[in-house]
């Protein structure tokens, strides 16, 4: 067993970091999350630049061919950054979905493109009441007609939508209890977008398809194969969720140290207090552990799909508490600060908010690890 | 980065688990199962003889000793692989402290007259640290240890107290104050004392969980050899601070709090409501659950200290995260047990009780895996209170994490 970084990988860790400390500072990003798509295109086209678009990609599309460990060093410096860009849904999950679909037309057509920064992809699969499921097709139907599909039905919540050239529609086709995988334009005829903003500022919106036509090749993945795919997918997207929790939990942890040196009451700096600073070991003591459980996460993503379901959720699972814990503490430390939309810690725990429900929260992966039993 | 065990050490878990498959015997599993505190000496020594015919008797100690060349991450696995088959984890007073100490600082005739019976399991050793006034702050121990006036003798008079096991040790180390004039933790010396000494009282302390395994001892001008105290006089709060840093991951109790999950879900299957196993209704299950992530974190965090991972926090308080969290699962693991049994956790097993497996005689009314879980979560409160409380590790962690 090794747990140390190569060279390049110590590498690519200094310049995500020193990009985030440098180039993108809590004022910009503030003010980027309430201004046009909620994040900016000219930090997309860096990190293409920068090869980070590639990394998990294979080399027949453009890709870098790394393991997941470049991903999760890049994600966890995204999450102290709170970084806006649709990383996750684009890079982690739909690229992921397309590689492994066994569609070679569209892993040429789609990947190469969103390596290269150009084509921004999103998963549209969750419905009204599918809470965590993956695969839901209640409420979205395809039809064959003569030349291809027609689409109709309602999804929610679909994370980046708005900003997406290409949508991941799952759909209902010919009975079958698997969804089908189609790849859908968002400007098409009959797609109407409904957008939102979330609670950290990103975007999601509730999409409707009403007799969407699709070409016969819009097809991406047919129903007998896409339920393992689509559940891989995102069993890593949760697995970077976990990295970007990593992420935040020390972005808080340094944020309040450092207050609670230079906050004076009671004529001494707060943390002198030793209520303070248990309370500060307790939070180091949750973020040793959540890396911990982020190794091993990556040690069973190649696993069988239930061992590998069971260790992601548990990752997920340990994240979600301790990430909560570590946000509402890093609040309460700094006191009324803490409350204000100008202060980061804040913003950390609303990200965190939205970390601990995306790709199943707490109590999904509790019940889910637990089918094991 | 590689996350998995390699094929040498894979291979390396199966012989050792038949090792262990094949010579544990009844007798030992049964204590190794209930965790009586102490298990019957006689057990004890042959269990030590088993491990050390087979030349694992203290794989972590070097191999001219009589231990091993192990990694850490083999030790690891041993340790697993005989707690899983219930083998006893017992004497690392001996083993795992003295042993170290007088390896790496001790002299030649230390090493030749002490370590050799404890390897074969003829002597068994205690370790009096603590003292009435002296617990989380150890460097304020009051024992006294004189050279007498012909200079051949140490004359120890104190009092120690939590020493485990005294009433089955045969020697035992400690740590005594041979100079009041200096800084506190610079006039403290590691004493090896033979425990049949004049002047040695021990009497044991019944512990919450009904456990003769903790004592006090008494020491009234003991004479002592000194050639039986360890390396330089002074030294002996450097020597305990080394121990700490050779057994980094073990405040962690891994192995212990895998096993006894482990246990918590044959309880949890066996009991029933309204028909069905505790671990399938989701209430239970998702308590189960929780616990298990957590432990799964742990384990991984020792296993990231045992590769040596380059850590960007500071050790010490990355090792101290380690007791923190493992001596809070001790509690909750066991715990859970005893809400896994229910009602049947409230019937009191007395440490004679504990002796010996009441299933055969009483039946499906108490099933083997009852016998001493209440016992061992009394047991467990002490865990969070003894290698360093809590509160000390946490003030530990703020300081060297962050500097407060």
Redesign the interface.
């Known amino acids: 067993?090794?747990?140390?970084?190569?060279e390049e990988?110590l590498m690519l860790r200094d310049g995500v970091e020193r990009y985030i400390r440098d180039d993108y500072g809590f004022e910009q990003r503030r003010h980027q999350a309430t201004t046009g798509e909620g994040f900016n295109r000219d930090h997309w086209q860096t990190f293409a630049e920068l090869g980070w678009l590639a990394l998990t990609l294979p080399e027949d599309v453009g890709g870098l061919d790394c393991?997941f460990?470049e991903a999760s060093v890049v994600l966890e410096s995204f999450g102290r950054g709170m970084v806006l860009e649709p990383f996750i849904s684009s890079v982690v999950l739909c690229s992921r979905i397309v590689d492994r679909s066994g569609s070679e037309y569209h892993r040429q057509d789609l990947l190469p493109a969103l390596i290269e920064g150009r084509l921004l992809l999103a998963l549209a699969d969750s419905e009204s009441g599918s809470r965590f499921t993956v695969g839901s097709i209640e409420q979205t139907l395809a039809r064959r007609t003569a030349d291809g599909y027609q689409l109709d039905g309602l999804k929610t919540l679909v994370f980046d939508a708005p900003s997406a050239d290409k949508l991941l529609v799952t759909a209902r086709l010919d009975d079958h209890s698997h969804p089908a995988v189609f790849v859908v334009d968002r400007t098409a005829p009959g797609v109407e977008v409904i957008e939102y903003a979330l609670v950290d500022g990103t975007r999601a919106a509730d999409v409707r398809f009403s007799q969407v036509n699709l070409p016969a090749a819009a097809l991406l993945i047919d129903p007998s194969r896409s339920q393992p795919i689509l559940e891989e997918a995102s069993d890593r997207a949760a697995l970077a969720v976990v990295a970007q929790s990593l992420g935040v939990m020390h972005g808080v942890?340094d944020m309040t140290?450092e207050y609670?040196?230079t906050r004076s009451q009671f004529g001494q700096p707060i943390?002198?207090f030793?209520a303070?600073?248990?309370r500060?070991?307790?939070m180091?003591?949750e973020a040793?552990?959540?890396?911990?459980?982020l190794?091993?996460g990556?040690?069973y993503l190649d696993k069988p799909a239930e061992e590998r379901a069971r260790?992601i959720?548990?990752?997920k699972?340990?994240t979600g508490?301790a990430g909560r814990f570590v946000c509402a503490q890093g609040v309460q430390l700094h006191g009324g600060i803490g409350m204000t939309e100008e202060y980061p810690v804040g913003h950390y725990f609303r990200f965190m908010t939205l970390l601990e429900k995306r790709f199943g929260d707490t109590?999904f992966h509790?019940?889910r690890?637990?089918k094991g039993? | 980065?590689?996350?998995?065990?390699?094929p040498e050490d894979e291979n390396f878990r199966q012989e050792v688990r038949q090792f262990f498959q094949e010579s544990v015997s009844p007798e030992v599993a049964h204590f190794g199962y209930v965790g009586a505190h102490p298990p019957p000496r006689d057990v004890l020594r042959q269990w030590q003889k088993t491990l050390h015919a087979r030349g694992w008797g203290a794989p972590h100690w070097p191999q001219e000793f009589g231990g091993t060349d192990w990694s850490p991450?083999r030790k690891h696995i041993f340790l697993e692989e005989m707690l899983n088959a219930n083998g006893l984890d017992y004497g690392w007073q001996g083993t795992h402290m003295m042993a170290p100490v007088v390896i790496a600082f001790g002299n030649e005739w230390q090493q030749q007259t002490f370590l050799p019976p404890l390897l074969s399991g003829e002597v068994f050793w205690c370790q009096g640290f603590s003292e009435p006034n002296a617990g989380s702050d150890l460097a304020s121990l009051k024992t006294r240890a004189e050279l007498d006036e012909n200079g051949t003798h140490y004359v120890v008079n104190g009092q120690k107290i939590w020493t485990s096991d005294a009433t089955i040790a045969d020697w035992g180390f400690f740590l005594v104050r041979t100079d009041s004039t200096v800084k506190p933790q610079r006039g403290i010396s590691f004493l090896l004392i033979d425990m049949k000494s004049p002047g040695i009282t021990v009497r044991p302390i019944i512990s919450i969980d009904g456990g003769h395994g903790l004592t006090e001892v008494f020491l009234e001008n003991v004479r002592v050899p000194k050639e039986q105290l360890v390396g330089e006089p002074g030294m002996g709060w450097t020597y305990a601070k080394y121990l700490l840093e050779k057994e980094r991951t073990s405040s962690a109790f891994i192995y212990f709090n895998k096993r006894e999950l482990e246990k918590a879900?044959v309880i949890a299957r066996a009991e029933l409501i309204d028909g069905v196993p505790l671990?399938?209704t989701?209430v239970f299950?998702?308590k189960?659950?929780?616990i298990?992530?957590?432990i799964?974190?742990?384990?991984?965090?020792v296993?990231?200290i045992?590769?040596k991972?380059?850590l960007r926090?500071n050790l010490d308080?990355?090792v101290?995260?380690l007791k923190?969290?493992g001596s809070e699962l001790q509690q909750r693991v066991t715990e859970l047990q005893v809400d896994a049994m229910g009602p049947r956790a409230l019937r009191f097993f007395s440490h004679d009780a504990r002796q010996k497996d009441v299933s055969e005689e009483q039946g499906d009314l108490w099933p083997a895996h009852t016998l001493g879980r209440t016992n061992m979560y009394f047991f467990q409160r002490a865990s969070t209170i003894y290698g360093g409380a809590r509160?000390v590790?946490?003030?530990i962690?703020?300081?060297l994490?962050?500097?407060?």
């Open positions: 067993m090794d747990f140390n970084l190569s990988q393991s460990v942890m140290a609670i040196k943390g002198k030793q303070l600073q248990h500060m070991a307790e180091f003591v040793q552990h959540t890396r911990s459980i190794y091993r990556m040690a260790a959720s548990a990752a699972a340990a508490k109590d509790l019940a690890f637990a039993y | 980065m590689n996350f998995q065990f390699s991450i879900k671990l399938e989701p299950a998702r189960v659950a929780e298990e992530a957590d799964l974190a742990l384990e991984w965090s296993l990231r045992l590769a991972e380059e926090d308080a990355v101290s995260t923190v969290r509160e590790q946490k003030n962690i703020a300081k994490a962050f500097g407060l």
